[in-house]
């Protein structure tokens, strides 16, 4: 019998976001250990240090960077300062799992994908509409089996609850959180090339505008862009527009249509439908079917650590998640700009 391997050893700098947890939990659910983190603000760092009291606090990055046992940092920071820190990240020697956007701005991508190359450390996206929707995985696999033929397109809802009065300043500054489509709008942009399979595509049109909020110029709270691809193309739409009455923060969606059938999934609910979220509808030639998805396994995390300690891409390949963030940026950079947003340009 072979000998479990050994713990992966992992830390945290930055919690400006509570994705943070989610990726803390899916690397401690699949053989990871938490050595230590850092966090600039005193009130983040006591938050975090409650929620992992095993944890190091350390008061300086550098004690993370410097320790050669620890093979993986993971970041939430603010999004404008996530490339520098994965760049210094790797230049140490270590791998880097962060939340998306994974960076701001297409010259940030260049560095990124430049010292990649040189060190030949993970650079990952932590993209939770999909690594952490168990609909999301299942659909996956009924598309990879057939079940809808060959997809050639797909149309991605990303609907969000505001909740301006809990957020951050950076949260009002373009230049810190990119952009909504460089946010948001990179989950959609994941889920059509995975789902498709394409390995390159153009953004067709994109547009963003602050049609709700004049009294924040630098806050885009509506975005939409199309994909055009050799096989397939991709439609996405994101929002701050939730309303207060919808039971989660986002009514997200995905379509996937397919040559022989097509793929629904309600990731957080199902609106005057089954209660929950986790829902997934197929239709194709043969049947017309709910599938609950609540208890099904998420792979991420294993397949995540495996690629960490065997050097392998099963998770998601490098090329994938740069270009996904690639088209993402490349759709903030050209798009019309509407509504409030003319006076901030």
């Not at 990240?89 to 998306?100: A, I, Q």
């Not at 260049?110 to 030949?120: N, S, Y």
Request: negative net charge.
């Amino acid at each position: 019998m072979a000998a479990p391997a050994p713990p992966l050893r992992f830390a945290v700098i930055g919690v400006d976001h509570p994705h943070v947890f989610g990726q803390v939990a899916a690397l401690l659910a699949n053989g990871g250990e938490l050595v230590a983190f850092h966090v600039a603000a005193p009130g983040q760092a006591d938050g975090f240090a409650r929620f992992y009291p095993n944890a190091k606090r350390a008061h300086d990055e550098r004690e993370i960077l410097e320790d050669s046992s620890i093979q993986l940092v993971t970041s939430a920071s603010i999004p404008s300062e996530r490339a520098p820190l994965g760049v210094r990240v790797m230049r140490h020697g270590k791998d880097f799992l962060v939340d998306k956007p994974g960076m701001t701005s297409l010259a940030q991508l260049e560095e990124v994908r430049r010292v990649q190359a040189e060190t030949r450390r993970m650079y990952s996206v932590f993209f939770s509409e999909r690594f952490e929707s168990r609909a999301t995985t299942r659909a996956a696999a009924l598309a990879a089996a057939g079940a809808i033929g060959r997809a050639v397109q797909t149309i991605g809802l990303g609907p969000h609850r505001a909740n301006l009065a809990q957020r951050p300043p950076w949260f009002f500054q373009r230049a810190r959180y990119g952009g909504i489509l460089c946010d948001i709008a990179s989950h959609q942009v994941d889920q059509f090339l995975h789902f498709t399979g394409a390995t390159d595509a153009e953004v067709v049109a994109a547009t963003v505008a602050n049609w709700a909020h004049p009294e924040h110029p630098e806050l885009e709270d509506f975005g939409e862009l199309h994909l055009r691809g050799e096989r397939a193309t991709g439609t996405v739409r994101v929002d701050w527009y939730t309303p207060d009455a919808l039971p989660t923060w986002g009514d997200g969606r995905l379509f996937v249509l397919g040559t022989e059938g097509y793929v629904e999934v309600r990731k957080y609910c199902d609106v005057a439908g089954a209660p929950g979220g986790e829902h997934l509808f197929l239709v194709n030639r043969g049947e017309v079917r709910r599938f609950d998805c609540r208890h099904d396994p998420l792979p991420f995390g294993a397949a995540f650590a495996a690629d960490v300690r065997e050097r392998t891409e099963t998770s998601m390949t490098q090329a994938h998640c740069f270009l996904a963030c690639e088209l993402t940026l490349r759709a903030q950079a050209s798009a019309v700009r509407l509504g409030h947003l003319e006076a901030a340009s």
